[in-house]
């Protein structure tokens, strides 16, 4: 039973879901939102703060500015508070308010951009305000999760020898992509293990990540509108995408069976499934890296009046019977 006096200092690292059951097919779930941020987040948030501590750029009088969609957000606002840090937010319409709320209880500065039409999309609009707080006022310290290297590294570190422990007969690694900090530091650590491992990237449709145009997304988490810089597509072996509406109706699924899950483990996971059903599974060890929970969804993804005006009725037509590959062993 570990006892901490920082939050940062619990993470459950070893959790993991079997849904064999609830998918059909032999898939291993490694859940990574048990801890006091409520998402796999908080690794990249404390590995950025405290390599930034350990340069001399984070000082005593340091304001952090991060852009964030929100989970790395509530990451950053929890490790400021815990170091006596100050932390400004920039995040856009899409960030939930409850995730809003929680920042801005963890004693943050929230700041939300909606200008839809700027140039980059919203995304880009998040970073010009970034950049307009740093040149006003010396004191700011963009961490910059889109090309901060220590992002990578966190996974580099704790997430790809956890599973690899765990697992040590693993064929094949489902990460959800945003700045892509999960899947380059899994992708590069298992390049060099004892066995090959097949290294699935799940996007969201509407994502740019890898090369698509930009489109309408409007669950956050997942996804990016431009490439993110930290990106070698020459670790990835293949890229599933999955729309929206199978997002919303993977979470409402896993819901039914007690799994309360957030849009990001939903998309995963539906990615996932699909990806099992088109091939011969017989053998495999198949995990996939549940990054959040469901509490910041509740108002959206668990909403049936929002999913409904969003998407129209066929998203909350419940998923088929699952499909079975070969039977979990
Ligand atoms: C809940 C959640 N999961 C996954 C991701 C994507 O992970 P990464 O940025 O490491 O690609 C994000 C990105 O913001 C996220 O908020």
Redesign the pocket.
């Known amino acids: 039973m570990p006892v901490i006096s920082v939050p940062q200092a619990f993470n459950e690292e070893d959790l993991y879901v079997d849904l064999a059951s609830m998918s059909g097919h032999r898939l291993f779930l490694k859940c990574e939102g048990f801890n006091f941020a409520g998402?796999?987040?908080l690794k990249?948030a404390t590995e950025m703060v405290e390599s930034a501590e350990r340069s001399g750029t984070l000082k005593r009088d340091s304001i952090l500015v991060e852009s964030?969609?929100?989970?790395?957000g509530v990451a950053l606002s929890m490790i400021a508070a815990s170091k006596g840090h100050r932390f400004v937010c920039v995040t856009d319409s899409r960030c939930n308010l409850t995730t809003r709320l929680m920042m801005e209880a963890l004693g943050s500065q929230v700041h939300v951009v909606s200008d839809e039409g700027a140039a980059g999309g919203l995304l880009g609009a998040r970073l010009a305000y970034v950049r307009g707080l740093c040149a006003s006022d010396d004191r700011h310290v963009w961490l910059s999760?889109y090309t901060n290297d220590d992002?990578w590294k966190a996974h580099y570190f704790r997430t790809a020898p956890a599973i690899a422990r765990r697992f040590p007969r693993l064929d094949v690694l489902f990460i959800?992509?945003?700045?892509?900090?999960?899947?380059m530091g899994c992708a590069r650590w298992f390049r060099s293990w004892h066995r090959p491992v097949r290294i699935v990237a799940v996007d969201s449709v509407g994502s740019a990540i890898f090369g698509d145009p930009p489109g309408r997304r409007m669950i956050p988490?997942?996804g990016m509108s431009v490439r993110p810089p930290l990106l070698d597509e020459e670790y990835v072996d293949e890229v599933v995408r999955v729309e929206e509406t199978d997002t919303i109706r993977t979470c409402r699924s896993l819901a039914r069976r007690g799994f309360l899950f957030?849009g990001?483990t939903g998309t995963v996971v539906s990615g996932a499934t699909s990806w099992l059903a088109r091939h011969d599974t017989r053998g495999l060890t198949p995990v996939a890296i549940a990054?959040?929970l469901g509490e910041r969804y509740l108002d959206t993804v668990y909403q049936t009046n929002w999913v409904q005006g969003v998407y129209g009725d066929e998203a909350l037509a419940p998923q088929g019977p699952p499909r079975r590959g070969v039977s979990a062993s």
């Open positions: 998402s796999i987040k990249a964030s969609s929100g989970n790395l999760q992002n959800g992509v945003g700045t892509t900090g999960t899947l988490g997942l957030g990001s990054p959040d």
